[in-house]
């Protein structure tokens, strides 16, 4: 692979109570990391609850929590996560960035974590 080919694809998943903020957010990490990562968001679950369903339905290579969780609804739903697909790559935005921050605290912070997880 050379180094103008973008790695992937990366089938992602969010975990969010707001989903069109999910997309949005998503949306713009994607096209600003694009020429380094093919990352296609696949969807979002809206709560905890629907971590087990969806990632069996959807079998992302991500999963993201969204800054509203805490660390340890955050560690259970990425476990959970693990649990189904013992591959998948998971992170969870710092709780409370989007209310400090808002959606491009969060992008930014998105596009710093992204390469890191993803190149592991």
Wanted: glycine residues 6%; neutral net charge; proline residues 8%.
């Amino acid at each position: 692979m050379s180094a103008s080919t973008p790695k992937g694809p990366f089938r992602l998943a969010t975990v969010n109570n707001v989903p069109e903020r999910a997309k949005k957010v998503i949306g713009q990490v994607v096209e600003e990391l694009k020429t380094r990562y093919i990352i296609e968001y696949v969807g979002n679950c809206f709560d905890k609850s629907e971590v087990a369903p969806k990632v069996t339905e959807l079998k992302p290579d991500i999963l993201c929590c969204a800054s509203m969780w805490t660390e340890e609804e955050s560690t259970e739903m990425r476990e959970t996560a693990k649990s189904i697909i013992p591959g998948i790559k998971t992170y969870a935005i710092p709780q409370g960035l989007q209310v400090k921050g808002g959606p491009q605290a969060v992008v930014e912070h998105l596009k710093e974590q992204f390469p890191k997880l993803l190149d592991s």
